[in-house]
């Protein structure tokens, strides 16, 4: 063993300008891996995030329509207690409502929240660009509603329900949840002002919130659906946003098949250069053989080559990788500079990409280990 | 003395569709602590005769005794065994590898043998280096060495081990006649000094001269064995 390695280790240095080569294919095909990967990743992760990462991920309702909710905090407790993926739940009362702002009447989402546990789904508070927090007869609303009814924070507007109650509020800040629609549509304000506007008591409409994981909503959702009422549905992101799903899908697979064909292109590199480099060592394999050396060993000494390759070309390959990264992160910007797409930079996904590389540059390396092992000294010996 | 070579009936023959033989029932003995010459013309089928007795080639027929050992059965692996620790090549074109030093070329049969380097092997090395005049080169890549030097080398590999025998073509081939003298007085004092049985192939009639013993093989028939008095 330590003599096949150093032999192997001999053979390699002493054709510097091959290996280098060499390495340098397997690295390239590593760092594409590695970049593509984490860049697809990144991407999913950003579109995942800006889907539903400000938003009810499970949200529980009630299955009719017009009913309410009305011993929510012991639904809270019970889910929470049941589901420790749940890291974020919160209480809503919406209803439907109109503003009334400079003489125009804009329709709205009237959203009374919990803001302490809410900040945990919408995060409020990092969104808040004016003013502050409603509490009493105040309302918060968002920065695209401001400028369309050329409000500013102090104002005075009237809320409006179907049924005609009439409310005067005060806007006490500007939100910006980064989604216009939202900014648009919706009126936050304390879940005590509108539970007393539409006259509901201690009751809300539904009670939303956000999993640890994203992915295991549906799981978490049914999980939850077993301890709650049966009054009551629970529904999650996934089943709402099936199309969204099989797009991630699609680009997990493409990304997937790059990455296939990228490794078969460094398989077929390194098997080729070494299948070339046994023709070249011919002659010293017919004198190693002549003295003496096993066929063990002499296939061994290929293999080793082959995983000595790979040892280094996924490393270099991995540093080109995330150097790729980080300067597409750098140099490819929004206007505002902020990167395109944040790159998600996955340790484990990198090994992975690393030790299949290397076990493709030692299973690559077996076809001229095997060539190595079957040539017959004499052939060397006689052809000179 | 005893035979540390035997061949009985060895026939050799290449080719499947257009056969040509090259070995006709050779029988041939040779002694414990030798030195023999082996001549005859190209082609004449002398360099297969010795590859056969070194393992590295197979006859068609026919039995080959190396050391009392039956070799012509052997698996590949005990083949290996063999011609690691029993015999030692000198070829023509020297065969180092060009990869390796003077010295690690020398160590290499030591070292597929598989034992640990010992100071005992490395004394030896030295010493079979200063025998063959190599101190100055043993540091030098075996491309970095004149051809003397190269064959040289080579025979201070085939000595490492310590073989019972050492089979040798044309050693002196392609070298000036001075270095031809060097190269066969050393291989001389080796053979008095460890004993060591030679097989040497050679075209120089001086050289055969000199052994114990000259071979002639001719179409593939030992046409002419005798034992040489004057040397």
Redesign the interface.
């Known amino acids: 063993m330590k003599l096949a390695l150093k032999i192997a280790w001999r053979f390699l240095t002493s054709s510097k300008g091959q290996t280098i080569l060499i390495i340098l294919g397997i690295a390239i095909g590593v760092s594409v891996q590695v970049f593509i990967g984490s860049l697809i990743a990144g991407l999913q992760q950003s579109l995942i995030d800006t889907a539903v990462g400000r938003s009810s991920q499970i949200t529980i309702r009630p299955v009719n329509r017009d009913d309410r909710i009305p011993d929510y905090e012991a639904i809270i407790t019970k889910v929470k207690a049941t589901e420790p993926e749940i890291n974020s739940i919160s209480p809503v009362v919406d209803s439907s409502a109109f503003i009334l702002a400079n003489d125009s009447t804009y329709p709205t989402l009237l959203r009374g929240l919990q803001f302490d546990t809410a900040d945990g789904i919408y995060r409020i508070n990092e969104g808040i660009l004016e003013g502050k927090l409603p509490t009493g007869d105040q309302v918060m609303l968002g920065k695209e509603f401001m400028d369309e009814a050329k409000l500013k924070v102090g104002d005075t507007i009237s809320l409006v329900t179907a049924s005609g109650t009439k409310r005067d509020v005060t806007v006490s800040g500007i939100f910006d949840l980064g989604v216009a629609n939202l900014n648009k549509n919706w009126a936050l304000s304390e879940m005590g002002l509108v539970q007393s506007i539409f006259d509901l008591g201690d009751q809300v409409t539904s009670i939303e919130s956000q999993v640890s994981d994203v992915f295991t909503a549906d799981v978490v959702g049914a999980n939850i659906q077993k301890v709650v009422p049966s009054s009551l549905k629970v529904e999650n992101w996934k089943d709402l946003n099936a199309s969204l799903l099989s797009g991630l899908n699609g680009q997990s697979i493409s990304s997937l098949m790059i990455q296939v064909f990228v490794l078969v292109s460094v398989v077929l590199g390194i098997a080729s250069v070494l299948a070339i480099s046994v023709a070249q060592k011919s002659r010293q394999l017919g004198i190693l053989k002549a003295m003496g050396i096993r066929d063990r060993i002499a296939s061994l000494i290929f293999l080793l080559q082959g995983f000595i390759l790979g040892i280094f070309g996924a490393i270099l390959g991995v540093g080109f990788g995330l150097g790729l990264a980080v300067a597409f992160t750098k140099f490819a910007l929004n206007p505002d500079g902020t990167p395109v797409i944040d790159l998600f930079i996955d340790p484990q996904f990198i090994a992975i990409s690393a030790l299949v590389a290397l076990a493709a540059a030692t299973l690559a390396a077996l076809i001229p280990a095997r060539s190595s092992s079957r040539l017959e000294p004499i052939e060397v010996i006689r052809n000179g | 003395m005893a035979n540390v070579i035997s061949l009985r009936n060895v026939n050799k023959i290449y080719g499947t569709e257009i056969k040509t033989q090259v070995l006709y029932d050779v029988n041939l003995d040779v002694e414990e602590n030798s030195f023999s010459s082996i001549i005859g013309q190209s082609g004449s089928g002398k360099?297969t005769l010795l590859?056969i007795i070194?393992t590295?080639?197979k006859p068609t027929s026919g039995e080959v005794f190396i050391n009392g050992i039956r070799t012509t059965e052997m698996k590949?692996?005990a083949l290996?065994?063999?011609?690691?620790?029993t015999i030692g090549?000198v070829?023509q074109?020297h065969?180092?590898?060009?990869?390796?030093t003077a010295y690690e070329n020398i160590i290499?049969?030591y070292?597929?043998?598989?034992d640990a380097i010992t100071p005992e092997v490395n004394e030896r090395a030295l010493e079979l280096i200063h025998l063959m005049g190599l101190d100055k080169v043993k540091d030098n890549r075996a491309t970095k060495m004149s051809g003397g030097q190269q064959q040289r080398t080579s025979i201070a590999?085939a000595l490492i081990n310590n073989p019972k025998i050492i089979l040798a073509d044309e050693p002196t081939g392609n070298l000036d006649s001075d270095t031809t003298e060097k190269v066969y007085d050393l291989m001389r004092d080796i053979n008095d000094k460890f004993k060591t049985t030679f097989l040497v192939i050679t075209h120089d009639p001086r050289i055969a001269q000199k052994t114990d013993r000259i071979i002639e093989i001719k179409d593939g028939r030992i046409s002419l064995d005798l034992v040489n008095q004057i040397a």
């Open positions: 360099s590859n070194g590295l080639d590949k692996d290996a065994k063999v011609r690691n620790e090549f070829f074109f065969y180092l590898l060009p990869e390796f290499m049969p070292r597929i043998k598989g590999r």
